[in-house]
Nanobody
């Protein structure tokens, strides 16, 4: 079993920044892709960013150039640096652990999920 614990969410003004962290435990972290998804009220969960075991990254078009995903395999942690935040970025952000080493945008590619952390961007 894999446990994922997100942290770093909060309230920020538009144009501000936040850094989310996700600490993983329960299996070999370095061999798997990790991803971030988000879900706004009344909307489906959507892909934000993913990183492969080797560091290859993939981003949703809506966050490209503003968000950066990274990982520290020594600390079993994945990060999401969010800059130039917009009110439409408001959502619960979820960390997910992949089923294999390759980063994917598909929800079905992830086997384990954290409980989420709230990000609220005020205008």
């Amino acid at each position: 079993q894999v446990q994922l614990v997100e942290s770093g969410g909060g309230l920020v003004q538009a144009g501000g920044s936040l850094r989310l962290s996700c600490a993983a435990s329960g299996r070999t972290f370095s061999g798997y892709a990790m991803g971030w998804f988000r879900q706004a009220p009344g909307k489906e969960r959507e892909f934000v960013a993913a990183i492969s075991w080797s560091g290859t990254t993939v981003y949703a078009d809506s966050v490209k150039g503003r968000f950066t995903i990274s990982r520290d395999n020594a600390k079993n942690t994945v990060y999401l640096q969010m800059n130039s935040l917009k009110p439409e970025d408001t959502a619960v952000y979820y960390c997910a652990a992949g089923r294999n080493p390759i980063a994917t945008m598909s929800i079905s590619g992830y086997a384990y999920w954290g409980h989420g952390t709230q990000v609220t961007v005020s205008s």
